[in-house]
């Protein structure tokens, strides 16, 4: 069972540079999430799709796109990175929401670093 | 604005030295309250969801509990191996709000042996 899987687990790119960081799992779930993990910030909300096509901002969206076409892919792009988006992403995935756990399963993270 | 505040920000215990760590939350409607534990380099584990007050639940030396503004995890003998982050986070408001979840900073917890 390989849960939730990120890629890569390590990027650095360059200042303006577009990058996708990619998230797929396995548990046909219908909601997904990326948050970044920064220190002094916690973990804090960038963007969360309910299903295929549907998806809506988080608490800190500027600067990121999303879209989910298939249940079980959903990729983040940083159209144009600046520094002060080197963090720590994390992608995590819930049931759906007509059952009664809300908690979210987390992937293993990706480490950006823009130079 | 739902806020979510633990204490410490970092614990040093001794082995088999119990102690407890402290989330208290201001939210609108609480839907849930959730532990989560995080190792260096990795993602956050699921660990226990609390729905209402008065609410327990234990997993081996890890016992949860829930009041209508805090929550505590008690930690009973510990072990080195239960060193990491403990991260708490409450889900509240409307379905619609899309089950995001707002994250304190977490308690950095460190067994020696």
């Known amino acids: 069972d390989a849960g939730i899987t990120q890629s890569p687990r390590y990027k650095i790119t360059e200042t303006g540079r577009q990058v996708t960081l990619m998230c797929h799992q396995t548990?046909?779930?219908?909601?997904m999430f990326w948050y970044r993990q920064d220190l002094g910030h916690g973990l804090r909300l960038i963007y969360y799709?309910?299903?295929?096509?549907?998806?809506d901002k988080g608490e800190v969206p500027d600067g990121y796109v999303v879209s989910r076409s298939k249940t079980e892919n959903f990729p983040l792009t940083l159209e144009s990175a600046t520094r002060s988006q080197t963090s720590v992403y994390f992608c995590?995935?819930?049931?759906?929401?007509?059952?009664?756990?809300?908690?979210?399963?987390f992937g293993p993270g990706t480490r950006l670093t823009v130079t | 604005e739902d806020q979510v505040t633990q204490s410490p920000e970092a614990l040093r215990l001794q082995e088999g030295e119990s102690s407890s760590l402290n989330c208290s939350y201001t939210v609108s409607g609480l839907r849930g309250l959730f532990w989560y534990r995080q190792d260096p380099g990795k993602g956050p584990e699921f660990l226990f969801t609390?729905?209402?007050a008065g609410e327990e639940k234990e997993k081996e030396r890890l016992k949860a509990t829930l009041t209508k503004k805090e929550s505590f995890l008690h930690i009973t003998a510990p072990k080195p191996e239960d060193s990491a982050t403990y991260l708490c986070a409450v889900q509240a408001g409307l379905e619609t709000s899309g089950s995001r979840l707002t994250f304190g900073e977490g308690t950095q917890l460190t067994v020696n042996p």
């Open positions: 995590a995935s819930r049931k759906d929401r007509a059952l009664p756990s809300y908690e979210q399963y």
């Open positions: 609390l729905y209402s």
């Open positions: 799709s309910a299903a295929a096509d549907i998806t």
């Open positions: 548990w046909s779930h219908s909601y």
